[in-house]
């Protein structure tokens, strides 16, 4: 009995019960495994005892794949009512981390060559992960189901990318590359022109900010690059200066600009679709609140309403419903024509006043009146310094808009003229702001 135990065990082949045993000694080694003297390594002793610490990771993470396949092809997860990933997460496994788990478990039977690397924890599992997908990314370009020798081919290049030093990301590139090769050779789509790998995610993160994320073909990626950059490009600020933003703010600006266009549909003058909900509370409006993007300051509540595509219903205390405002705070067609026609574009930069919001420079929050005189053209980006960065904009009795820029801009704080009067004068103008 004692002999064919350890046969067993040097064969690997351990019941159950053993390989619990095996794995809780290992867990109860590494409890007992501290670093108080750290201090006492030396550099070449501490390059080695994380290079060991790498290995062991990278050893754990393939166990633990190994494992994944197992439950999975035991039904634990289906037992459970779940998925796998779901299983794995309840767990207490990150989502990401899961699902790379089953992804690179799914793999063990058609890509052998990679496993017997990763077994040895050679290789990290990020890299392990992008191999995978690198293979699956290649394999999908082909007209025709690719044949165990072709697959081996696309594995030993991307583990000669991976024993080269290539990350995850240029394993991925890599990747793309041979997929645009199985694309030539038998006739398929290169990803470039592949519509079907089209992709879009977006996430709120932790400070309430909407993180969004890309994958688009050729044709859209063209059209998207287009217009953004025909949005983004630099303007002067009002006392001609270059533009101070950076072309990534001009770019996120652009991209708003593309929702208001596409909001508004083909006519420019027109209000915008209302597809936006804001919810306010009747007796504390500073807690203001988007549908999908939660919470906002009072400054923020003040821009939407001006000219956003947003909807603004009132809540008691219980979040019922006490009034729904809709073009009655927005500017009408004939009060947009008049102001398209006054102010000929944005009063601060002179972008297009097909770009541009009507701002209520009284805010209709605060009691000012949906007229003529209430209002002025702003583009996004100006819109937001009007409400956010000191900017204010005063009626002359020119019956003209007039810019007052904050004092960190100039200290004395003079007024501005609208864009489309800064040709004149000012020492000749009939009257001033």
Same mark, same amino acid.
Do not use: Y
């Given at each position: 009995? !004692? *002999? /064919?135990?350890?046969?067993?065990?040097?064969?690997?082949?351990?019941?159950?019960?053993?390989?619990?045993?095996?794995?809780?000694?290992?867990?109860?080694?590494?409890?007992?495994?501290?670093?108080?003297?750290?201090?006492?390594?030396?550099?070449?002793?501490?390059? =080695?005892?994380?290079?060991?610490?790498?290995?062991?990771? /990278?050893? @754990?993470?393939?166990?633990?794949?190994?494992?994944?396949?197992?439950?999975?092809?035991?039904?634990?997860?289906?037992?459970?009512?779940?998925?796998?990933?779901?299983?794995?997460?309840?767990?207490?496994?990150?989502?990401?981390?899961? +699902?790379?788990?089953?992804?690179?478990?799914?793999?063990?039977?058609?890509?052998? !060559?990679?496993?017997?690397?990763?077994?040895?924890?050679?290789?990290?599992?990020?890299?392990?992960?992008?191999?995978?997908?690198?293979?699956?990314?290649?394999?999908?370009?082909?007209?025709?189901?690719?044949?165990?020798?072709?697959?081996?081919?696309?594995?030993? =290049?991307?583990?000669?990318?991976?024993?080269?030093?290539?990350?995850?990301?240029?394993?991925?590139?890599?990747?793309? !590359?041979?997929?645009?090769?199985?694309?030539?050779?038998?006739?398929?789509?290169?990803?470039?022109?592949?519509?079907?790998?089209?992709?879009?995610?977006?996430?709120? =993160?932790?400070?309430?900010?909407?993180?969004?994320?890309?994958?688009?073909?050729?044709?859209?990626?063209?059209?998207?690059?287009?217009?953004?950059?025909?949005? +983004?490009?630099?303007?002067?600020?009002?006392?001609?200066?270059?533009?101070?933003?950076?072309?990534?703010?001009?770019?996120?600006?652009?991209?708003?600009?593309?929702?208001?266009?596409?909001?508004?549909?083909? =006519?420019?003058?027109?209000?915008?679709?209302?597809?936006?909900?804001?919810?306010?509370?009747?007796?504390?409006?500073?807690?203001?609140?988007?549908?999908?993007?939660?919470?906002?300051?009072?400054?923020?509540?003040?821009?939407?309403?001006?000219?956003?595509?947003?909807?603004?219903?009132?809540?008691?205390?219980?979040?019922?419903?006490?009034?729904?405002?809709?073009?009655?705070?927005?500017?009408?067609?004939?009060?947009?024509?008049?102001?398209?026609?006054?102010?000929?574009?944005?009063?601060?930069?002179?972008?297009?006043?097909?770009?541009?919001?009507?701002?209520?420079?009284?805010?209709?929050?605060?009691?000012?009146?949906?007229?003529?005189? /209430?209002?002025? @053209?702003?583009?996004?980006?100006?819109?937001?310094?009007?409400?956010?960065?000191?900017?204010?904009?005063?009626?002359?009795?020119?019956?003209?808009?007039?810019?007052?820029?904050?004092?960190?801009?100039?200290?004395?704080?003079?007024?501005?003229?609208?864009?489309?009067?800064?040709?004149? /004068?000012?020492?000749?103008?009939? *009257? +001033?702001?």
């Amino acid at each position: 009995m !004692t *002999s /064919n135990t350890s046969s067993n065990t040097l064969n690997g082949m351990r019941t159950s019960g053993e390989l619990m045993t095996t794995v809780n000694t290992v867990i109860d080694s590494l409890r007992d495994l501290h670093f108080d003297d750290i201090s006492d390594l030396t550099k070449p002793s501490a390059f =080695d005892t994380m290079s060991a610490l790498i290995v062991m990771r /990278n050893l @754990l993470e393939h166990r633990m794949v190994t494992v994944t396949g197992h439950l999975d092809r035991l039904g634990v997860a289906e037992d459970h009512g779940r998925k796998m990933t779901e299983l794995l997460i309840v767990m207490g496994l990150a989502p990401a981390f899961a +699902a790379r788990l089953q992804r690179v478990a799914a793999s063990s039977s058609s890509l052998p !060559t990679l496993h017997a690397h990763a077994i040895d924890g050679a290789i990290s599992g990020e890299h392990v992960d992008a191999i995978v997908k690198g293979v699956a990314h290649a394999a999908s370009r082909s007209a025709e189901p690719i044949d165990d020798a072709t697959r081996l081919t696309l594995v030993t =290049d991307l583990l000669g990318q991976f024993f080269s030093g290539a990350t995850p990301t240029q394993i991925a590139k890599r990747a793309r !590359t041979l997929g645009n090769q199985q694309a030539d050779d038998t006739g398929g789509i290169p990803a470039a022109e592949d519509r079907d790998l089209n992709a879009l995610s977006k996430s709120i =993160d932790t400070d309430g900010r909407l993180q969004v994320r890309a994958d688009l073909d050729v044709e859209v990626g063209e059209k998207f690059h287009a217009a953004i950059e025909e949005l +983004a490009k630099p303007r002067p600020e009002p006392d001609g200066s270059p533009d101070a933003r950076s072309t990534e703010r001009r770019q996120a600006d652009a991209l708003e600009t593309l929702l208001d266009i596409a909001a508004r549909g083909t =006519d420019c003058a027109s209000a915008p679709r209302t597809q936006t909900l804001i919810t306010v509370p009747a007796q504390r409006p500073a807690q203001a609140e988007l549908e999908f993007m939660g919470s906002i300051t009072e400054a923020t509540l003040h821009t939407l309403t001006c000219d956003g595509t947003i909807t603004t219903m009132i809540v008691d205390g219980e979040k019922v419903p006490l009034d729904i405002s809709r073009e009655k705070r927005l500017f009408p067609r004939p009060i947009r024509r008049a102001l398209h026609e006054r102010d000929k574009c944005c009063i601060k930069c002179g972008a297009p006043a097909s770009r541009a919001h009507a701002h209520h420079l009284h805010h209709w929050a605060d009691g000012g009146e949906t007229c003529l005189e /209430n209002g002025c @053209l702003l583009c996004p980006s100006c819109h937001a310094d009007v409400h956010h960065n000191g900017w204010d904009v005063v009626m002359g009795l020119d019956k003209h808009p007039w810019l007052i820029p904050p004092a960190a801009v100039d200290p004395k704080r003079q007024p501005i003229p609208a864009h489309n009067r800064r040709t004149l /004068n000012l020492d000749n103008l009939p *009257s +001033a702001a």
